[in-house]
């Protein structure tokens, strides 16, 4: 049996040429035109694979001609980058995928849901047989067992999550704290809908049109107050998201010291996501304010992903033990499944390991 | 048990403020990850600050029940402690005090209350009461 993949990334090729290869093709078609016994589809938005098991060698241009969309461009002259992997780097390349070392932003969490979705959308219509579905099972425990032993996945990489973990890291729970997002901008109504995601109930919205404020206030399910009563919620208030469009800013010492005084020491988290910014940035200074401009919240992102990075050699240690244990499992004859119940996983006994 | 209370008091401390500096420069290494939020810390030092004060405040009057003579360099010590926790805990109370004041003064105060407590216990060594 030859195991094998074949796909493009982001590593290898643009957008405009993955989408000429995703959406058309499924597991069922792929087994049924290039005659695999096994295949399963992976198609996000930053690669497109076909993961497969023949009992003959199949030409990746066969199975690039079972994912193109156009019926009448041929691969050849299309010559799109596509990359294939054999037998244990094929192993090796799920077990990365799935651990999101391959990803575009390594350590993000999307990419598993998607491979468990293209299995069990494989598996529906029976294009996965013993072999894929001893691979997959393991490479998501491998993919479990990289998130929970190293610090792949630690702290949040763009923008708005970044706002939103720093909030938690801030308050904990974010169910008590009070929001007003000042300017009804895109930015800040989609780091507002996160917040409201992770627990936030108390949101105000507060713009200089007022229709605005109300729209935004209802999408949200968040209530709307006057441009000029904002100054005074600061005495309440939380977190502050502010992205009005004024050239001087709203915000400075003079103004916000009155108000913290009776604010019983809370911290005052402030998320200024205005080109010119809205808070001056002396504010920072002040006792039990943390201020975020849309630099520092990029560069924590930056340090987020500079973390993940150093984590990647270890992530390659767990896989490579996988790895060798599930290519070990096939060398010697042995059928992956027949030994699943009796023979303890790698993962298990590095688990134990740390344990002890 | 209350010098229990102030050390825990005197860790989550250090833990409040090497936070708060991370969060203040926007600088987050991995430690920043691991220790809990801030606002959290803040309250678990505050419960550590009452718990052992009123575990020290008993320690103290249960001491001068004991019917034996104390040495007045300990009660004396003892006092200073009792006085130093006492004015954090009452500058916390009327706000005088931030919260990054606070931890700080924690760990002042634990350090000092460690250094009096090996000074007493030198001294009793050097000088043994007849």
Known sequence: MNLFCVGLSHHTANVATREQFAGSATAESIVRDAGCAEALLLTTCNRVE???VSNRRISTDEIARCLIRKIDTDPHDYAPPFYRYEAEKCVQHLFRVASAVDSMVVGESEILGQAKRAYESAKTSSAVGPYL??????AFRVAKQVRTHTEIARGA???????????QRIFGKLSDCKVLVLGAGETSERTARALISRGVSDLRVSNRSMDRACQLAQTVGGQAVPFDDWPAQCREIDILITSTASETPLLTPGKLAPMLRERLDRPLFIIDIAVPRDVDPSVNEMQGVYLYDIDSLQSVAEQSLAMRRQQVAAAEAIIAEHVADFVDLVSRGLHPAARSSEHSSTGQNSLRASEL | MAYGAFALACIAGVMY??????????QLHSIFYHLPPLFDLFAAITRLLWWGFLLYTVGIVSGFFTGHPLPRVQVVAAIAVWLLYAAILQGRHLRWLAPKRVAALCILG?????????????????????
Not at chain 1, 133 to 138: C, D, E, G, T
Not at chain 2, 17 to 23: A, C, F, G, T
């Open chain 1, 50 to 52: 076909v993961y497969a």
């Open chain 1, 133 to 138: 579905h001893r691979l997959f099972q393991r």
């Open chain 1, 157 to 167: 990489v763009s923008v708005g999550s970044v706002a939103v973990d720093l909030a």
């Open chain 2, 17 to 26: 403020l090497v936070q708060e500096r991370q969060l203040k420069t926007h």
């Open chain 2, 110 to 130: 634990f350090s000092a209350a460690l250094t009096l407590l090996w000074g007493i216990t030198f001294t009793a060594q050097m000088h043994p009461l007849p």
